[in-house]
């Protein structure tokens, strides 16, 4: 048995510590809001962000630091925005233990990973990072799930992977660590695009198309990046990107969806896909990738162009060969 430390009693945080308990780890929850984690501790349900299901009751939960001891490793499950923050206010060094990153989305400001900025913060750290197609609530009912696990260290990833895999939760190693980031970090970008589309009632033609051509913008900036090309055809890439752009479950396809029927730009939870927008719009320019849709989502979101205008900008585009 290992004990496992999750940082973020949001959603996925909640449904990552259910997945790794029911595998009958040690899993302690630590999350800022202490009236939220007693109640999570003494009713074994999240009535916040997953209310309707039951919590296995070796699960446990907290807002103390300090009882985040003897770790074999640490989740970060914060919103990608806020990781910086996280690392600035905990001392997660001194849980000396490996940290694997969960949370998909790209800092605004910086451009960076979270591995970058994990790294910035903890240079000695062991860091690998989780991502994939996997949906809060089923992870937290036990629903078979199979995620990616990037790590640049061989051994380091053989062992996570190890710990962190289940009856329910299976994990594939990866050591492209940046491409495995970058595909759960980007899909959020057309999840939001294909929300559009379905909430502007344009067809499940125009949503295959976007998907396509969505994964070929995600291929050229993960490839400019240093990602491998082979990475995205796998869970971290094609699997998350599909799952996000075809099922309401995903935040960002339901924000997308809320967008184009109300013209609503502030969602009620965190949407990761909006702040990635505008950082993958810059990053596409500093390494010289033509990315149109992801362009036109960022355009939306900014409030510089509505639904139409960012339509007609797309079918306006010169006619080319497919796999450029």
């Given at each position: 048995?290992?004990?496992?430390g999750?940082?973020?009693?949001?959603?996925?945080?909640?449904?990552l510590?259910a997945?790794?308990?029911?595998?009958?780890?040690?899993?302690?929850?630590?999350?800022?809001?202490?009236?939220?984690?007693?109640?999570i501790?003494?009713?074994?349900?999240?009535?916040?962000?997953?209310?309707?299901?039951?919590?296995?009751?070796?699960?446990?939960?907290?807002?103390?630091?300090?009882?985040?001891?003897?770790?074999?490793?640490?989740?970060?499950?914060?919103?990608?925005?806020?990781?910086?923050?996280?690392?600035?206010?905990?001392?997660?060094?001194?849980?000396?233990c490996?940290?694997?990153?969960?949370?998909?989305?790209?800092?605004t400001?910086?451009?960076?990973?979270?591995?970058?900025?994990?790294?910035?913060?903890?240079?000695?750290?062991?860091?690998?990072?989780?991502?994939?197609?996997?949906?809060?609530?089923?992870?937290?009912?036990?629903?078979?799930?199979?995620?990616t696990?990037?790590?640049?260290?061989?051994?380091?990833?053989?062992?996570?992977?190890?710990?962190?895999?289940?009856?329910?939760?299976?994990?594939?190693?990866s050591?492209?660590?940046?491409?495995v980031?970058?595909?759960?970090?980007?899909?959020?970008?057309?999840?939001?695009?294909?929300?559009?589309?379905v909430?502007?009632?344009?067809?499940?033609?125009?949503?295959?198309?976007?998907?396509?051509?969505?994964?070929a913008?995600?291929?050229r900036?993960?490839?400019?990046m240093?990602?491998?090309?082979?990475?995205?055809?796998?869970?971290?890439?094609?699997?998350?990107?599909?799952l996000?752009?075809?099922?309401?479950?995903?935040?960002?396809?339901?924000?997308?969806?809320?967008?184009?029927?109300?013209?609503?730009?502030?969602?009620?939870?965190?949407?990761?896909?909006?702040?990635?927008?505008?950082?993958?719009?810059?990053?596409?320019?500093?390494?010289?990738?033509?990315?149109?849709?992801?362009?036109q989502?960022?355009?939306?979101?900014?409030?510089?162009?509505?639904?139409?205008?960012?339509?007609?900008?797309?079918?306006?585009?010169?006619?080319?060969?497919?796999?450029?």
């Amino acid at each position: 048995m290992s004990r496992i430390g999750i940082i973020g009693a949001g959603a996925f945080g909640t449904g990552l510590a259910a997945a790794l308990a029911r595998g009958e780890h040690d899993v302690i929850l630590w999350g800022r809001d202490g009236a939220q984690t007693d109640a999570i501790d003494a009713t074994k349900i999240n009535a916040r962000y997953l209310p309707d299901i039951a919590l296995p009751p070796s699960l446990s939960a907290t807002s103390n630091f300090d009882a985040l001891q003897n770790l074999d490793a640490v989740l970060m499950v914060t919103p990608a925005q806020k990781l910086r923050e996280t690392f600035d206010t905990l001392d997660i060094q001194r849980l000396n233990c490996p940290v694997v990153l969960c949370s998909k989305g790209i800092e605004t400001d910086s451009g960076q990973l979270q591995s970058d900025i994990a790294i910035e913060n903890i240079p000695s750290a062991r860091i690998a990072a989780l991502s994939g197609p996997g949906f809060a609530s089923e992870l937290a009912k036990g629903l078979p799930t199979a995620l990616t696990l990037g790590s640049q260290d061989p051994a380091l990833g053989a062992h996570l992977q190890t710990m962190l895999s289940t009856q329910t939760l299976r994990l594939y190693l990866s050591d492209d660590l940046r491409g495995v980031q970058l595909g759960g970090a980007l899909k959020n970008v057309f999840a939001i695009a294909c929300g559009i589309v379905v909430g502007a009632g344009l067809g499940e033609s125009a949503r295959a198309a976007l998907i396509t051509r969505g994964f070929a913008e995600l291929s050229r900036l993960t490839v400019g990046m240093g990602g491998n090309p082979e990475t995205l055809i796998g869970l971290s890439g094609f699997g998350d990107l599909t799952l996000s752009c075809t099922s309401k479950q995903s935040r960002n396809f339901a924000f997308g969806l809320q967008l184009a029927q109300s013209g609503d730009l502030k969602p009620s939870k965190t949407v990761e896909g909006i702040a990635t927008a505008l950082a993958t719009v810059k990053l596409a320019k500093t390494h010289g990738v033509d990315m149109p849709i992801a362009q036109q989502v960022a355009n939306l979101l900014a409030g510089e162009i509505d639904i139409k205008q960012a339509l007609s900008n797309l079918m306006a585009r010169p006619l080319r060969q497919e796999t450029t």
